[in-house]
């Protein structure tokens, strides 16, 4: 199957910072990347979709400019949490879908586990 | 918007069934999905029923009912390493990019020896 990579897997920051998430599609090109928040015990929740090419779509109540993504290129994905706060603190997760592959199935990265102190 | 409901919690012994069950709600519907995801690890997708019926893989199947807005997912002959959260997902319609999915809460399996 498709391998989605993310780095870094676990990062610490101080409050007010900003943190970059890189999401990578190894093995396949993926023209829709999918940003995802999980809190402990909690579901995911789809954050935004990621385009290659052109600007991201935000699920509703979140915060664009807090939140950023690009979509460089076909095989990377990046979010970056500005400004961050310790209600940040989360496991974020991205997936690619491979269009060779059927377009139902999304492979996921194994996560960054953000802590903001 | 999205509604998926499924059980919380789940147990059984090594060899048992157990069976996972996912209401919905959605605004459009492109077919169920089950997804695995192990503690502190990525979720692992298991199967996808885009129409009704029962599809199997493996010791995995997976059921489609999409009059009642209803699905299950069927896990025989367990394992202790089939101990870990299943969430059922949803494709939804909003807007014109197809693909984003809308998790349920997730059921928690443990697996008994």
């Known amino acids: 199957g498709a391998v989605v990579s993310q780095h870094p897997s676990r990062v610490i920051c101080k409050s007010g910072t900003s943190v970059k998430i890189e999401c990578r599609s190894l093995d396949f090109q993926a023209t829709t990347m999918f940003w995802y928040r999980q809190f402990p015990k909690q579901s995911l929740m789809l954050m935004a979709t990621s385009n290659e090419g052109s600007k991201a779509t935000y699920e509703q109540g979140v915060e664009k400019d807090k939140f950023l993504i690009n979509h460089a290129s076909l095989t990377l994905s990046t979010l970056t949490v500005t400004s961050a706060h310790p209600e940040d603190s989360s496991f974020y997760i991205c997936?690619?879908?491979?269009?060779?592959?059927?377009?139902?199935?999304?492979?996921f990265g194994p996560g960054t586990r953000l802590t903001v102190t | 918007g999205q509604s998926l409901e499924q059980p919380s919690e789940v147990t059984a012994v090594e060899g048992a069934i157990v069976q996972i069950n996912c209401t919905y709600q959605?605004?459009?519907?492109?077919?169920l999905s089950w997804y695995q995801q192990h503690d502190g690890g990525a979720p692992t997708f298991l199967s996808y029923?885009?129409?009704?019926g029962l599809e199997e893989t493996g010791r995995f199947s997976s059921f489609l009912s999409r009059s009642d807005s209803y699905g299950y997912l069927l896990l025989q002959e367990l394992q202790m390493k089939d101990s870990a959260s299943y969430f059922c997902a949803v494709r939804g319609d909003r807007g014109s990019t197809l693909g984003r999915l809308y998790f349920g809460r997730g059921t928690q399996l443990t697996v008994w020896p």
């Open positions: 997936s690619a879908r491979d269009p060779d592959w059927g377009d139902y199935e999304q492979y």
């Open positions: 959605t605004s459009g519907f492109y077919g």
């Open positions: 029923n885009a129409l009704d």
